[in-house]
């Protein structure tokens, strides 16, 4: 729970050096390097994302544990 409690503190800086990353792999021409970083980085945008959405640090918890509990 102290994860998504926390998202924008992990998630932007992941997003940051993800998009940097994969920005400058990609300006040397490698190809599976900056697929990699990339998507670290949209998986972390994915994650703030659902954070703004349900609400804040408080609500996301909840948010998260009903989708569990309903699996």
Do not use: E, Q
């Not at 998507?39 to 954070?51: H, K, V, Y």
């Amino acid at each position: 729970m102290f994860t998504l409690r926390y998202t924008p503190f992990w998630s932007i800086p992941i997003m940051i050096i993800g998009g940097r990353f994969a920005y400058y792999y990609w300006l040397r021409g490698y190809s599976l390097p900056p697929l990699f970083f990339a998507l670290c980085s949209a998986i972390s945008s994915f994650f703030l994302f659902i954070w703004v959405m349900a609400g804040g640090p408080d609500k996301v918890v909840h948010y998260f544990l009903d989708i569990v509990r309903n699996f």
